[in-house]
């Protein structure tokens, strides 16, 4: 396997857990774990987006780099929404409140709109890799 082959196969991965993410997440929500489903969103964006990153050649360990990396090179320079870049800036904010503050309470209502818009950062992740 050469080196492309390598990293399309990576791609793959990284887009399969984002997938199981998703699946996890509405799962979880549906259980009535909201703080565990908030979680899962954010991992389904935060694999999806290094999943895009990756396409590019670039691989990062840190979340804040994979975050600070998306927005600089689709949101800044307008291949995404900067909508995009919002979303997964408040998920990865509640996603921290969620595991590292006990009280923090999320409803369901809205952990429901954000699977919804998880699902769609992660159809527009895919569609980059697609186009490429």
Not at 3 to 23: C, M, N, P, Y
Not at 94 to 114: H, N
Request: glycine share 4%.
């Amino acid at each position: 396997m050469n080196e492309k082959e390598a990293r399309q196969t990576l791609i793959k991965l990284w887009l399969e857990k984002a997938q199981d993410a998703l699946v996890s997440a509405e799962l979880e929500m549906n259980e009535g774990h909201l703080t565990f489903a908030v979680n899962r969103l954010y991992y389904a964006c935060f694999y999806a987006a290094t999943a895009v990153l990756l396409q590019d050649g670039k691989q990062f360990s840190k979340h804040s780099a994979v975050k600070s990396e998306l927005a600089r090179s689709y949101i800044k320079t307008g291949k995404v929404d900067a909508k995009w870049h919002k979303f997964y800036q408040k998920l990865f904010d509640d996603r921290q409140e969620g595991d590292y503050i006990p009280t923090v309470v999320f409803d369901k209502q809205s952990v429901s709109e954000r699977l919804t818009q998880a699902k769609e950062f992660v159809s527009v992740m895919r569609s980059i890799i697609a186009a490429e």
